[in-house]
């Protein structure tokens, strides 16, 4: 059983720790979304560095206190130095995270996302379900980057997830309508948020950057609670102070940078399944 305040209270704890250790976070992220990348990561009183360049990744993710890794828009270069860089962090044990942006729709991608999964042992593998059907081997109908409308929560879709993060030996987070969390033994359903989160591009992006900071103190599991439900929360917040995607999107940063532990206490929708 699962007690509330003692969740809270650990995820508290971290929150506060990444204001207090300002920890640097390597993103190697797309140009779509990098921009709000590199600010969520400030927002949240961590420190982005958005570096890509193959000759100097290595040296860039050693300095760093987590690795983010994002599959939105792949070149030679970018893919390269990804392997660089998620090979540095395990060798370094430096928590890591890989979103799986298009693997569903890419075969080039699902096989780039299966060497470096091989490779790198990243802590966490973030997709939508239609993503995360793919990294299973199973069928899905994605419309591009984004999940298929068939692709729904389920309770086969929740045994998926826990097999496929023993396999991978890593956490799991299924974003969407309600998130899944799980390591493969325990799973977590995470009901904050807002639809007004999928009118701007890259949220999934700024959850993966997000989530790096949140395991930056290697609390995988709880980082992966704890980031999940800012991005929510910021997103029911930013929906009540907005007038259209414009001003949704700056009321997203205003709320992650503001707020307050009373607010994430009683927001919090977090159960385990
Ligand atoms: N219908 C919804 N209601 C509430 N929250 C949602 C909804 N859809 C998505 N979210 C939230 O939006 C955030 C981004 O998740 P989503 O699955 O949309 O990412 P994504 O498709 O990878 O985004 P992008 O490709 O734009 O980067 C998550 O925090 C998720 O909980
Ligand atoms: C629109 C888009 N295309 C590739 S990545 C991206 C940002 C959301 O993932």
Not at 93 to 116: M, N, T, W, Y
Not at 267 to 273: G, P, V
Request: charged share 15%.
């Amino acid at each position: 059983m699962i007690n509330k305040a003692t969740l809270i209270a650990d995820l508290l704890n971290i929150k506060h720790k990444i204001r207090l250790a300002s920890p640097l976070i390597h993103c190697l992220t797309n140009p779509i979304s990098i921009n709000d990348c590199a600010n969520i990561v400030l927002a949240s009183g961590a420190k982005p560095i958005m570096a890509e360049h193959p000759a100097e990744v290595a040296q860039i993710t050693a300095a760093a206190a987590a690795l983010a890794v994002n599959l939105g828009n792949v070149t030679d270069a970018r893919l390269g130095s990804m392997l660089i860089s998620g090979k540095v962090a395990h060798e370094k044990s430096i928590p890591s995270i890989i979103d799986l942006v298009g693997i569903a729709c890419s075969d080039f991608r699902l096989e780039f996302a299966q060497k470096f999964i091989a490779a790198c042992q990243p802590n966490v593998l973030k997709g939508n379900l239609s993503e995360l059907k793919a990294l299973a081997g199973l069928s899905n109908n994605a419309c591009g980057i984004d999940v298929g409308s068939s692709d729904t929560l389920s309770p086969d879709t929740i045994t998926m997830l826990q097999t496929l993060a023993r396999k991978n030996k890593a956490v799991i987070i299924a974003s969407g309508p309600t998130d899944i969390i799980t390591d493969g033994t325990t799973t977590f359903l995470g009901n904050n948020g807002t639809a007004e989160l999928t009118n701007i591009t890259g949220t999934g992006c700024m959850l993966n950057v997000l989530t790096a900071a949140c395991i930056f103190s290697q609390n995988i599991f709880n980082g992966c609670l704890l980031s999940i439900t800012i991005l929510g929360i910021s997103g029911e917040l930013a929906a009540e102070n907005s007038t259209g995607p414009g001003t949704f999107r700056a009321a997203l940063l205003d709320a992650v940078y503001n707020m307050t532990d009373e607010e994430f206490a009683n927001r919090m929708k977090l159960k385990k399944a």
